[in-house]
């Protein structure tokens, strides 16, 4: 059973920065593609950002230039470096792994921006 444990979420201010970490539990993490999704309320799950085996990243419109994906697969972890929050990005933020066509999801850390 792949388990994806996400931890980071929580209030900041607007301006401010969080990091988003997502343990997987599976040795497979070196070959899988990671993402972060997030959603909103009211809204439909949206990606945030990717990034592949080999560590290229793309992001979203409206994350480009703040969020930062990297990953470290000696820990089996993906990251997520939000910086200047906007209220907009207030949202249960998911982590994902496709495993080589076997897709996972994390259980969702909140992040709430508001002053």
């Known amino acids: 059973q792949v388990q994806l444990v996400e931890s980071g979420g929580g209030l900041v201010q607007p301006g401010g920065s969080l990091r988003l970490s997502c343990a997987a539990s599976t040795s497979f993490f070196i070959v899988s593609t990671m993402a972060w999704y997030r959603q909103a309320p009211g809204k439909q799950r949206e990606l945030v950002a990717r990034?592949?085996?080999?560590?290229?990243?793309n992001y979203a419109d409206p994350v480009k230039g703040r969020f930062t994906i990297s990953r470290d697969n000696a820990k089996n972890t993906v990251y997520l470096q939000m910086n200047s929050l906007k209220p907009e990005d207030t949202a249960v933020y998911y982590c994902?792994?496709?495993?080589?066509?076997?897709?996972?999801w994390g259980q969702g850390t909140q992040v709430t921006v508001s002053s």
């Open positions: 994902y792994q496709d495993r080589l066509g076997r897709v996972y």
């Open positions: 990034i592949s085996s080999g560590g290229s990243p």
